[in-house]
Every structure is written in structure tokens, then in C-alpha cells.
């Protein structure tokens, strides 16, 4: 089994910034893809910003430039940096690893932006 475990979400001010972290346990053999989504009260989840074990990172047109995906293959950790963030960031975010050949998600974090 592998657990997923989210940290890092809370309040900000719009124009601020917050850092998640994902960490995964568990019988882990290899993590490929690992990536963020985020469900906003009302609206489908949605893709944020997903990165390869190489390194490739893929970003949603609406937080390109503002937010900034890493990961730790030795950690078997992903982190999301979210500079100058809107009240339209504001969602329940989630962690999202691909062990091949399964998906894994997180509980979620909620991040809330005041305007």
C-alpha cells in the first residue's frame, strides 16, 4: 500500500505565497509521474502541474509563471510553490502519484486566497 500525505495549505493573502508538500510511504518500487490537481467548490477537479521523474514539469495556462513544481526521488516527495496567488486559486488541492499500474491520491489541503 502507498499513503499519500499533504502539508502545507491555509490562508493567504492574494499576492502572497504558499508552499505545499506531498510525501508518499509505502511499498514504493518506482514513482513516475507525480502531480497536483485542485477541485474548487462547484467545478471539476482539474489539472494544475504535473512533473516526470526526469524532471519535465507540465503547468495549467492559469498558474504558468506563478507556481512551481518539484520533486524529490530520493524523498519520494513533491512540492508546490505558488507565488503572487488570486482568489481564484482558492480549492481543495491534491497530490497525485502514478506508481505504474496504479494512481494515488492525497486527502487534500485546502488553500484559500483573500482578496
Known amino acids: 500500500q502507498v499513503q499519500l500525505v499533504e502539508s502545507g495549505g491555509g490562508l493567504v493573502q492574494a499576492g502572497g505565497s504558499l508552499r505545499l508538500s506531498c510525501a508518499a510511504s509505502g511499498t514504493i518500487f518506482r514513482i513516475n509521474n507525480m502531480g497536483w490537481y485542485r477541485q474548487a467548490p462547484g467545478k471539476q477537479r482539474e489539472l494544475v502541474a504535473t512533473?516526470?521523474?526526469?524532471?519535465?514539469?507540465n503547468y495549467a495556462d492559469s498558474v504558468k509563471g506563478r507556481f512551481t513544481i518539484s520533486r524529490d526521488n530520493a524523498k519520494n516527495t513533491v512540492s508546490l510553490q505558488m507565488n503572487s496567488a488570486k482568489p481564484e486559486d482558492t480549492a481543495v488541492y491534491y497530490c497525485?502519484?502514478?506508481?505504474?499500474?496504479?494512481?494515488?491520491w492525497g486527502q487534500g489541503t485546502q488553500v484559500t486566497v483573500s482578496s
Open positions: 512533473i516526470t521523474r526526469g524532471g519535465t514539469t
Open positions: 497525485r502519484v502514478f506508481i505504474a499500474p496504479k494512481v494515488y
